[in-house]
C-alpha cells in the first residue's frame, strides 16, 4: 500500500516530535498558534481539530529534503495526518495532492503532497485501525514564511480498516491549517 520504509523513517520523526511536544522545551510550538480541523466525509464521517506543525528538513537516510505537513488531533481516538513533499517549503499557492508510491519510486515528489490519514478506534479489546491514503485534490497555501504556513486542503482518498482488506472505503478529507514551524535541530532522533 505504501512504502514501509520510508513511512516508518517519517512516523518515527513524528511521533517523537509528538512525545517531545509534552516536555517543557522552546523548539514546541505554542498551541493557540498551531491549530487545525478537518473534515471526514463519504464512506466515513468524522470531523477533528488539533494541533500542526510543520518541519523542512534533510532525511540522511534517503538523501532528500523533505517538507512535512503533521497535524495531531485532539480526540478520544489515536490519528494522524500528514502532507508529505520533497523539496524545501513551498511557497504560496495551490498544489496537486496525488497518490504516489515513494518506496517503489525511492523519493517523494518535488511539485506534488503525498497525504496520508490514519485513525485508531477503541473496539472492545482490539483497535481497529483505519488508513487512508490520498488519490487526488490540492493543498492551497495561503501564507508560506520561516515562521507559518497557512492555508486549505481537499481530497479523495481510498483505504479502510487495516486488518479487514474487505473494508475499503472511499471518502473526502477537506479542512484548514495554520502551522507553525518546528524547530527540529536540537531534537535529538
Known amino acids: 500500500m505504501f512504502g514501509k520504509s520510508k513511512m516508518i523513517s517519517l512516523m518515527a520523526f513524528t511521533f517523537l516530535f509528538a512525545f517531545t511536544a509534552c516536555d517543557d522545551n522552546d523548539d514546541v510550538p505554542e498551541p493557540d498558534e498551531a491549530h487545525f480541523?478537518?473534515?471526514v466525509s463519504g464512506d466515513m464521517e468524522i470531523d477533528l481539530d488539533g494541533q500542526?506543525?510543520?518541519?523542512d528538513y534533510f532525511d540522511p537516510e534517503y538523501s532528500e529534503d523533505i517538507f512535512l505537513l503533521n497535524m495531531i488531533p485532539e480526540t478520544e481516538h489515536?490519528?494522524?495526518l500528514m502532507f508529505i513533499m520533497s523539496g524545501g517549503r513551498p511557497g504560496p499557492g495551490s498544489y496537486p495532492i496525488v497518490f504516489h508510491?515513494?518506496?517503489e519510486a525511492g523519493e517523494f515528489l518535488d511539485?506534488?503532497?503525498v497525504s496520508r490519514f490514519s485513525?485508531?478506534?477503541e473496539d472492545g479489546?482490539?483497535?481497529v485501525m483505519y488508513f487512508f491514503e490520498a488519490t487526488d485534490g490540492t493543498i492551497i497555501f495561503e501564507e508560506s514564511s520561516e515562521a507559518m504556513v497557512s492555508g486549505s486542503f481537499e481530497y479523495q482518498a481510498t483505504g479502510g480498516n487495516v486488518h479487514d482488506e474487505t473494508s475499503d472505503k472511499e471518502v473526502v478529507i477537506s479542512g484548514t491549517f495554520s502551522a507553525p514551524r518546528a524547530n527540529i535541530e536540537d531534537i535529538d532522533p
Open 37 to 39: 480541523s478537518m473534515e
Open 52 to 55: 500542526v506543525f510543520y518541519a
Open 78 to 80: 489515536s490519528a494522524n
Open 101 to 103: 508510491d515513494e518506496h
Open 111 to 113: 511539485d506534488a503532497f
Open 119 to 121: 485513525l485508531q478506534m
Open 125 to 127: 479489546e482490539v483497535p
